[in-house]
C-alpha cells in the first residue's frame, strides 16, 4: 500500500503523515516514509530529532549538488539515505523516485 499525503501549505502534510507512520507501523506493518517536501521536516514529528532530520537534508542537499549517482534501488535509497524511526518507521529525505520498482 502507498499513501501519498499532499495540500496546501501548513494544512497538516507533515503531522498526518507521521501519525500514519508510526499508527501503521505501531499495528504491525513494515512502514518506509519517504520526506519529498521542500520544506522537508518529517524527522522531527517521527522523533529522530533535529540533528538526524538535518542529516538527512543535507545527505539529499549533496546528491542534488553533486555528480554523485543516486541510488538505483529502494534498498539501496533506504540503506544510504536512510535512519530508523520511533516505532519501527524507515525515514529518508529524497526528492522523487525516477524508476520506481513494482511494489
Ligand atoms: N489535525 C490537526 N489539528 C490541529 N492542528 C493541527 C492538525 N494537524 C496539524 N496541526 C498543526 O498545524 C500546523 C501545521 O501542520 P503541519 O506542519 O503538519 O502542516 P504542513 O502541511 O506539513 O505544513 P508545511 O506546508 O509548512 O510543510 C502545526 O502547528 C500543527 O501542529
Ligand atoms: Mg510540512
Do not use: F
Not at 64 to 75: I, L, N, Q
Not at 87 to 96: M, N
Amino acid at each position: 500500500m502507498k499513501i501519498a499525503v499532499v495540500g496546501k501549505g501548513g494544512s497538516g502534510k507533515t503531522t498526518t503523515s507521521a501519525v500514519l507512520a508510526r499508527g501503521l507501523a505501531r499495528h504491525g506493518h513494515r512502514v518506509v516514509a519517504l520526506d519529498c517536501d521542500t520544506n522537508p521536516n518529517l524527522g522531527l514529528s517521527l522523533g529522530v530529532g533535529d540533528r538526524e532530520t538535518q542529516r538527512l537534508v543535507t545527505l539529499r542537499e549533496q546528491v542534488g549538488e553533486s555528480d554523485t549517482e543516486h541510488a538505483v534501488s529502494w534498498a539501496e535509497i533506504l540503506d544510504t539515505y536512510g535512519t530508523d524511526a520511533p516505532d519501527g518507521v524507515r525515514l529518508s529525505v529524497i526528492t522523487r523516485i525516477e524508476n520506481p520498482e513494482p511494489g
